[in-house]
């Protein structure tokens, strides 16, 4: 039974929105009117390069950051192994 009350009100919506799209004949436009217009726009080879060349750049952007990052928690664990190291040498020079 649901099914047909889908069905029905299917039916309705159709029944309902037949004089909706109501269009006329051809409208003559202005030239700034045509100036405003625009159709079809489709992404062209240029910008689908730039695209391709935007997501790359900011990829390798990603990366170098990545990269530093690593580079810097690296640099600070050497760092304190330095320190642990300077540490140990002054205890033990220590008389």
């Not at 009350?5 to 929105?17: F, I, M, P, T």
């Not at 992404?43 to 950051?65: D, K």
């Amino acid at each position: 039974m649901p099914s047909g009350v889908v069905g029905l009100v299917a039916a309705v919506a159709l029944l309902a929105s037949v004089g909706i799209a109501n269009a006329e004949g051809p409208v003559k436009l202005t030239d700034v009117q045509l100036d405003k217009v625009t159709a079809g726009a489709t992404q062209t080879s240029i910008n689908a390069a730039v695209n391709v060349a935007a997501t790359a750049t900011v990829n390798y952007v990603a990366a170098v950051n990545t990269a530093v990052a690593a580079n810097v928690a690296v640099m600070g664990a050497f760092n304190n192994l330095v320190a642990a190291d300077t540490a140990v040498a002054i205890a033990v020079a220590a008389p």
